[in-house]
């Protein structure tokens, strides 16, 4: 993922490479089995990253190699070190289900260049370790026995190896520039990808990260996308492909992603992208770090996470919310917990509001948000950060054509009056209940 710090490696000097021939262009039609595929991506609503590979052994990020400036030979040794001991995908799995996600997002490979499956490809991965076990497998084995989607993070980049041309980072890992070879390790990240897609069942996404690496060459370089999205969809054609560009949609891709942000905020200022037709995401973490980093226990409150998966979804867009594994192979204690109190949250009533909907046609900031149900039937009015003791509330909207105003977690009635002239509604509120104070839902049923 893009730390603030590219911000600053973007405006540094860059090292020209020979580059392979520009991308043919393609026209590409999604199959009746990727349209089938986006359908049930949306409506899940919440996903989980996941991002865990040796540089948990550093605790100290997934970024500690580039922003350190670890040489690519000290930083492999930590290979040698990884075992984590209390692994056990099933016991991820079913905590991820049982906070209401429907899929999560493995980093199979990130930019330092290791593999967490049994690649043949290259002996820098997870079996030749102490651990020595394939946990891709692992992970994918569980998500399809508990019916969990499953998606693969991939990076596009590598700290380590020669053939991947420098960019902007990786600059001070021992890399040698002289020896890079972009059709070897275009052939590289082929062959891996194509293991992923063949190798471990049902495969629900690809996600790709790095594109930024090159974002500033003087002469652009081609990534030969249309290619591999074509290799990526003849083996495996319901699996969707996303890219962390940060830029309009590209021929290929079957979702849109927002780093850190809602659609159309660019808060983070990453995301200011102009948000396109095909379905959305927003990928944001729990603390404050990706990977694993030990004094990092700035987390969330279950109330910000959860007015987060509203907004996201009022956006009609998902939540990939994030969480750092340990090296031990356990997921944090502060993580499980969030996860099971927005579980309890989705498992209840208010879960209507959020799975198997589109964005609504309220919004007023991000305090008073709307979600509505795939059929339009029900409407949703999510209020935020509206005063406990408000009693009543003005929206510039028309509620005559909705036949019942009630409150969704409790069926309380809710009164209103319409103000014809100014077209707004103000609603009687009742008393906030205590499940409802992190979230007041007014559901109005055509």
Not at 211 to 216: E, I, P, Q, S, V
Not at 398 to 420: C, G, I, P
Request: with cysteine.
């Amino acid at each position: 993922m893009i730390m603030n710090c590219i911000k600053k490696l973007l405006c540094a000097s860059l090292l020209l490479l020979p580059m392979s021939a520009p991308a043919q262009t393609t026209t590409y039609t999604p199959s009746k089995e990727q349209l089938e595929a986006r359908k049930r991506f949306e409506n899940a609503r919440l996903g989980i990253f996941l991002h865990w590979g040796i540089y948990s052994t550093f605790a100290q990020g997934e970024w500690y190699m580039q922003n350190v400036g670890i040489n690519r030979q000290e930083y492999a040794k930590a290979a040698n070190a990884f075992y984590p001991h209390d692994f056990d995908a099933n016991r991820w799995i079913k905590a991820i289900k049982e906070a209401g996600a429907g899929y999560i997002c493995f980093t199979t490979r990130h930019h330092d260049g290791f593999s967490m499956w049994d690649t043949k490809q290259s002996d820098f991965n997870i079996m030749h370790t102490p651990y020595g076990k394939d946990v891709v497998k692992q992970l994918a084995d569980a998500c399809h026995q508990q019916g969990i989607g499953l998606h693969f993070y991939y990076s596009h980049i590598d700290w380590t190896r020669d053939d991947y041309p420098m960019g902007v980072t990786g600059r001070n890992t021992g890399k040698d520039a002289t020896k890079a070879n972009w059709s070897s390790y275009y052939r590289f990240m082929n062959a891996q990808l194509t293991e992923l897609l063949t190798q471990y069942g049902q495969v629900d996404g690809i996600w790709f990260d790095g594109w930024w690496d090159h974002k500033d060459d003087s002469t652009p370089f081609d990534w030969q996308l249309p290619e591999q999205y074509a290799l990526i969809h003849r083996l495996q054609p319901a699996c969707m492909i996303g890219n962390n560009h940060h830029q309009k949609p590209n021929e290929g891709e079957d979702m849109q992603m927002f780093e850190r942000d809602v659609p159309g905020e660019n808060k983070a200022g990453l995301s200011g992208q102009s948000i396109g037709n095909l379905p959305l995401e927003t990928c944001e973490t729990m603390n404050g770090m990706w990977g694993y980093k030990v004094e990092d226990q700035n987390y969330k409150s279950t109330q910000e996470l959860i007015q987060l998966l509203v907004r996201t979804a009022a956006k009609g867009a998902n939540l990939l919310l994030n969480i750092g594994p340990q090296p031990d192979g356990n997921l944090p204690n502060a993580a499980l917990e969030r996860l099971r109190s927005m579980g309890e949250w989705l498992h209840s009533r208010a879960g209507e509001s959020i799975y198997g909907t589109k964005a609504g046609s309220v919004a007023m900031g991000d305090s008073i948000v709307s979600t509505q149900s795939n059929d339009g039937k029900c409407l949703y009015i999510h209020l935020l950060k509206a005063q406990t003791s408000a009693t009543s509330i003005t929206l510039p909207m028309e509620v005559h054509r909705f036949k019942r105003v009630t409150t969704l977690m409790n069926s309380e009635a809710v009164t209103y009056k319409y103000d014809k002239k100014r077209k707004q509604t103000t609603f009687y509120l009742p008393k906030r209940k205590e499940n409802e104070l992190t979230d007041f839902i007014i559901k109005l049923n055509k």
